[in-house]
């Protein structure tokens, strides 16, 4: 079986961007939404990105145009029924994806592939919904999809050998890394990302350093690209709150458990760039860092 065309469940922040990162290397893209104007948000965002992309001379008006003519957009599930992979970009939430998966096992050809971007569920969870284990298994793209070029390629202990070398080849063919992981929660990158985050919610909360000096501690002392509180907030911590919760849940140890501070923040909506305020204000032309007396 050759991937030709792909369905894409979702076309938010991840979903659209997978989309479009497929569609630019020449692949028919089949996304599907629950609702118009989810749909329509959506394709915005990738014109606008490509738009971006044109102003910066980083592709052609030609480029963007081909890119944009691969996409289909869709309410119907049923479209979906001839691809050969499918990729779920939905909510984080284990019945959600499961009666994802459910349904498209219904749909789509026997041969086809289906893959969950999930950052944290076990895999295995959702294919055990489907009468096809062996030929599902996590695809896990980075935030932005664009730009990030990670993908871990993840096998359950059902998901055939077939399957995941057709994956790990389609990977590569949108010009993305690919790595294996272990069907365990939070697979390698949040496996060792996530307590290094909440480590720098709790320094805060205890009073360690500012804001902003944590995050130059991090970047001038270890060289990375950016601050964790700030990469917090460019992941949106709601996001981060609840990978972390499903982490704890799964290994009941310390360093995965939501600080305080982080849970407060969440129920009070400071979920980072996505809503103009978390640890740095984004009220401004510049980014500015919050001051939190706890």
Same mark, same amino acid.
């Given at each position: 079986?050759?991937?030709? &065309?792909?369905?894409?469940?979702?076309?938010?922040?991840?979903?659209?961007?997978?989309?479009?990162?497929?569609?630019?290397?020449?692949?028919?893209?089949?996304?599907?939404?629950?609702?118009?104007?989810?749909?329509?948000?959506?394709?915005?965002?990738?014109?606008?990105?490509?738009?971006?992309? %044109?102003?910066?001379?980083?592709? /052609?008006?030609?480029?963007?145009?081909?890119?944009?003519?691969?996409?289909?957009?869709?309410?119907? /599930?049923?479209?979906?029924?001839?691809?050969?992979?499918?990729?779920?970009?939905?909510?984080?939430?284990?019945?959600?994806?499961?009666?994802?998966?459910?349904?498209?096992?219904?749909?789509?050809?026997?041969?086809?592939?289906?893959?969950? &971007?999930?950052?944290?569920?076990?895999?295995?969870?959702?294919?055990?919904?489907?009468? #096809?284990?062996? #030929?599902?298994?996590?695809?896990?793209?980075? &935030?932005?999809?664009?730009?990030?070029?990670?993908?871990?390629?993840?096998?359950?202990?059902?998901?055939?050998?077939?399957?995941?070398?057709?994956?790990?080849?389609?990977?590569?063919?949108?010009?993305?890394?690919?790595?294996?992981?272990?069907?365990?929660?939070?697979?390698?990158?949040?496996?060792?990302?996530?307590?290094?985050?909440?480590?720098?919610?709790?320094?805060?909360?205890?009073?360690?350093? /500012?804001?902003?000096?944590?995050?130059?501690?991090?970047?001038?002392?270890?060289?990375?690209?950016?601050?964790?509180?700030?990469?917090?907030?460019?992941?949106?911590?709601?996001?981060?709150?609840? %990978?972390?919760?499903?982490?704890?849940?799964?290994?009941?140890?310390?360093?995965?458990?939501?600080?305080?501070?982080?849970?407060?923040? %969440?129920?009070?909506?400071?979920?980072?760039?996505?809503?103009?305020?978390?640890?740095?204000?984004?009220?401004?032309?510049?980014?500015?860092?919050?001051?939190?007396?706890?």
């Amino acid at each position: 079986m050759t991937v030709e &065309n792909v369905g894409v469940i979702g076309c938010g922040a991840m979903g659209g961007g997978i989309a479009m990162v497929v569609a630019a290397e020449g692949y028919a893209v089949t996304v599907l939404e629950i609702e118009e104007r989810f749909l329509t948000a959506g394709m915005e965002k990738i014109d606008m990105f490509l738009s971006k992309s %044109v102003k910066k001379e980083k592709i /052609s008006t030609g480029q963007k145009e081909a890119t944009l003519k691969r996409i289909k957009g869709t309410l119907d /599930s049923n479209d979906l029924a001839q691809c050969d992979l499918v990729i779920e970009a939905a909510l984080e939430d284990i019945q959600v994806k499961r009666e994802i998966f459910q349904k498209l096992d219904g749909i789509c050809k026997d041969d086809t592939i289906l893959a969950t &971007n999930t950052s944290s569920l076990t895999v295995i969870e959702i294919a055990e919904a489907t009468k #096809r284990q062996d #030929r599902v298994l996590g695809l896990h793209f980075f &935030n932005p999809a664009p730009l990030m070029p990670l993908v871990e390629v993840v096998k359950t202990v059902k998901t055939g050998d077939e399957a995941f070398r057709k994956a790990w080849e389609f990977v590569e063919s949108i010009k993305k890394i690919p790595i294996a992981a272990k069907d365990s929660t939070g697979f390698i990158v949040n496996l060792l990302l996530i307590p290094y985050l909440l480590d720098a919610i709790r320094a805060l909360g205890e009073g360690v350093a /500012s804001v902003e000096d944590i995050d130059k501690g991090m970047q001038y002392g270890c060289g990375h690209p950016m601050g964790p509180l700030a990469l917090l907030d460019l992941i949106g911590l709601d996001v981060i709150y609840n %990978v972390a919760n499903i982490m704890y849940d799964e290994y009941k140890e310390k360093k995965y458990a939501p600080p305080p501070l982080l849970r407060q923040m %969440v129920i009070g909506g400071m979920l980072g760039k996505k809503t103009g305020r978390g640890f740095y204000d984004y009220s401004g032309n510049e980014p500015k860092p919050v001051t939190f007396y706890v």
